[in-house]
């Protein structure tokens, strides 16, 4: 944010008595600490991004693998699941065998969770959004192997932690992704409801209540119209498919991207209908 430096030197310089003056000095002095940090995050964010890429890509499945594993076995259905987010992001067959590897490196002992997730923030730099991304993609995976159930949980709210990605980030991330029908089968509804998981298929998203619908949009029911318009401009900027991809998420995983800008979509259209917003 480049005005915080120019704002904070304008009050300080006000807050000398020279009136004016005094807020141009401080002006000045701002708009020179704004820059200098710019040029600091440029640096922070040097990773190119063939090298952010791969890593995205290599840990994702890695730590997948981890997290299948995080009541000390690997069943059907969570190799199932695997699968199934592999044809999500439509790889070829060089990209699902690096994938399987991966995934296997990640479920073997010597695999250390907080070297891949220090890996990853250290290339990602200051891009939180495909840190949230990557959150996303392991929470896909564990609603459709277990429904995000016992040491999963627990295990993703470390990830979460060490990402760190707020557990309010987290809750909007599993709202999001629930309204998207995934870990439908564990909660008692729609094919499979028992736990039962229908093969590689995922329920299809089911009609979000209107309570749901905020929580994707990250604002209470008591937000002016206003407010709800601005939050999903928000969302739709935060988690523009074109905007991930050009920061460094892989172009295989294009797909997810699209998935959610739709259900913003659908949550912002659903309370628009609701109060009879233009």
Known sequence: MKWIGKAVGAVLGLATGLGPVGAAIGLVIGHAYDER???????????????????????????????????G???????????????????????RREAIDCFTAGK????????????LVHV?????????????????AALLGNGMQGPTRSLLMRICQRLGVSGLEFAHLE??????????????TGPGAGGHWQGEARTPPRAEPLSEAYEVLEVPD???????????????????????????????????AKQKTQTIQAAYEKIRVARGMR
């Open 124 to 140: 990602c730099g200051g891009r939180r959004d495909l840190l949230r991304m990557f959150l996303e993609v392991e929470m896909r």
């Open 175 to 188: 709202a999001l992704l629930r309204l998207q029908g995934y870990g439908a089968a564990y909660a008692g």
């Open 222 to 256: 008591s937000a002016t119209d206003a407010e709800v318009k601005r939050a999903y401009r928000r969302q739709m900027s935060q988690n523009h498919p074109d905007k991930l991809v050009s920061r460094g998420l892989p172009e295989s995983m294009l797909e997810i």
């Open 108 to 119: 073997a002992p010597g695999f250390s969770l907080d070297v891949a997730l220090d890996e």
């Open 73 to 95: 076995r690997v069943s059907e259905r969570e190799i199932a699941a695997a699968r199934e987010i592999f044809r999500q992001f439509r790889l070829d067959e060089v990209q």
């Open 37 to 71: 940090m710019e040029s600091d995050d440029g640096a922070r964010h040097g990773a190119d991004l063939a090298t952010v890429r791969s890593t995205f890509f290599r840990n994702s499945f890695k730590v997948m693998g981890f997290v299948a594993k995080a009541d």
